[in-house]
């Protein structure tokens, strides 16, 4: 009796083994498709911070693709050296106007 519960016994963990394992000539899991980053930040107006919190990149193995963290990186960089420079326009803009209605005051 001991010895049919023993080979029942491995009998059950090979099988099981096999079952986990993938024993058969068909995959246990397929392989899954990278992530891909759909960029979802807008083309059509100015990256807004609504839009950074909602920006969530792919995670690779270890971490996160170099490469899209390259792209969004740049594509912010590029937003915020834009917006730096609409200021300092503005401000410029505003200096001088202000600095001719002094002049104009001085006048009067």
């Given at each position: 009796?001991f010895?049919?519960?023993?080979?029942?016994?491995?009998?059950?963990?090979a099988?099981?083994?096999?079952?986990?394992?993938?024993?058969?000539?068909?995959?246990?899991?397929?392989?899954v498709?990278?992530?891909?980053?759909?960029?979802?930040?807008?083309?059509?107006?100015?990256?807004?911070?609504?839009?950074?919190?909602?920006?969530?990149?792919?995670?690779?193995?270890?971490?996160y693709?170099?490469?899209?963290?390259?792209?969004?990186?740049?594509?912010?960089?590029?937003?915020?050296?834009?917006?730096?420079?609409?200021?300092?326009?503005?401000?410029?803009?505003?200096?001088g106007?202000?600095?001719?209605?002094?002049?104009?005051?001085?006048?009067?």
């Open positions: 009796m010895w049919f519960l023993l080979i029942t016994m491995v009998v059950v963990v099988a099981v083994t096999l079952a986990v394992v993938g024993g058969g000539d068909s995959e246990v899991l397929p392989d498709a990278p992530e891909e980053l759909v960029d979802p930040l807008p083309a059509t107006r100015p990256v807004d911070r609504a839009d950074v919190e909602a920006l969530r990149l792919p995670v690779a193995v270890r971490g693709r170099m490469a899209d963290v390259d792209d969004v990186l740049v594509r912010l960089g590029a937003e915020l050296a834009e917006r730096d420079a609409r200021i300092s326009e503005l401000e410029e803009a505003l200096a106007s202000a600095a001719a209605g002094g002049q104009e005051d001085g006048r009067a």
